[in-house]
């Protein structure tokens, strides 16, 4: 049943530390996949994307991994700074889905000093 | 950078009002989409549009959601009697391409008392 108020997991990270933010999806078929970071109060930010037949992605400063085996995704950030604190989504979606992701339920990253 | 535009950006109303949310999607892009959060919860799909028909809604896009493309630029979402539990972030998205990163509006949040 649908929960009423996520518990997220939280990612305490020191300032200048590389920070690994973990996602299992669901959908076997998904074949395409988007980090998005969302600040309190705002909307969805894209990140970084990968499509199914890649393994690895890296933008700057963030990389990202694609397990197919075990339907997993992890985002890595390099030097986390302070502005990186937010909620981070993994987001999946099939090619002839029209643009319906289905979202995860997020891990708050918190930097440290 | 281009980015998608919502109005209003906060909406109180009461129950059984009709409530317009207004988007203007990134310029060139032909695909749009409404997803919404409510608070606490993860983000979850309501519609996506193109070519001037709905190509897809999920199931919470009931008989008392509408979307529209009234013009050339904006982008609609009307719910015809506002119900309380329709309180949440109401984000519109638009893309490129069915197969291309969505970009999200900073959000309209609705409240309904």
């Known amino acids: 049943g649908e929960s009423v108020g996520l518990h997220l997991p939280t990612l305490s990270v020191q300032e200048g530390d590389n920070s690994i933010i973990n996602c299992a999806y669901s959908n076997s078929a998904s074949d395409y996949f988007i980090w998005y970071k969302q600040e309190s109060g705002k909307g969805p930010q894209f990140i970084i994307d990968?499509?199914?037949?890649?393994d690895k992605r890296q933008g700057q400063r963030v990389t990202v991994l694609l397990n197919k085996t075990v339907k997993h995704l992890s985002l890595q950030i390099a030097a986390t700074q302070p502005g990186d604190s937010a909620v981070y989504f993994c987001?999946?979606?099939?090619?002839?889905?029209?643009?319906?992701?289905?979202f995860g339920a997020g891990t708050q990253v918190v930097v440290t000093p | 950078e281009p980015e998608v535009t919502q109005t209003p950006s906060h909406q109180v109303t009461q129950m059984g009002q009709e409530v317009i949310l207004r988007c203007v999607p990134i310029?060139?892009?032909?695909?749009f989409y409404w997803y919404r959060q409510i608070l606490g919860q993860k983000v979850e799909f309501l519609v996506s549009f193109y070519n001037n028909e709905i190509s897809e809604k999920s199931e919470i896009f009931d008989d008392q959601f509408s979307v529209e493309r009234p013009d050339g630029s904006n982008f609609t979402l009307k719910i015809r009697s506002t119900k309380l539990e329709d309180s949440a972030m109401y984000f519109c998205a638009s893309s490129s391409g069915t197969g291309n990163t969505i970009y999200f509006g900073e959000g309209s949040w609705l409240t309904v008392v």
């Open positions: 990968i499509r199914s037949n890649m």
């Open positions: 987001a999946e979606k099939q090619t002839d889905s029209w643009g319906k992701f289905q």
């Open positions: 310029s060139n892009h032909l695909y």
